[in-house]
């Protein structure tokens, strides 16, 4: 059975960092792009970041740009987002999820194997 866990998250003030983590089991992704995504309450759900295979090229919502970094290590089968500058509006639900369709990497419907998520919350 597939099951991606994500941990790391929590409770911080602006301008702290949380590194979250992605780890899969059940079957490997070395080959698959992964991606992050967040879901505020009453919000749909919004692309965050996403990774090649390799890990040598990487997409951004740029709202993170500059303050998130995504990275893998395959043979952990994990995925991370480094989080810094957090920000107020960071505050959601975090998952990570497998890209298994070509098309918009930034599309969750492209998509599959998603996380149950972990929450980030941002004071200010």
């Known amino acids: 059975q597939v099951q991606l866990v994500e941990s790391g998250g929590g409770l911080v003030q602006a301008g702290d960092s949380l590194r979250l983590s992605c780890v899969a089991s059940g079957r490997t992704f070395s080959t698959n792009d992964m991606g992050w995504f967040r879901q505020a309450p009453g919000q749909e759900r919004e692309f965050v970041a996403a990774i090649n295979w390799s890990g040598g090229n990487t997409d951004y919502t740029s709202s993170v740009n500059g303050r998130f970094t995504i990275s893998r290590d395959n043979a952990k089968n994990t995925v991370y987002l480094q989080m810094d500058s957090l920000k107020p509006e960071d505050t959601a639900v975090y998952y990570c999820?497998?890209?298994?369709?070509?098309?918009?990497?930034?599309?969750?419907?492209?998509?599959?194997?998603w996380g149950q998520g972990t929450q980030v919350t941002v004071s200010s």
């Open positions: 999820a497998v890209r298994v369709r070509i098309g918009l990497r930034s599309s969750p419907n492209n998509y599959n194997y």
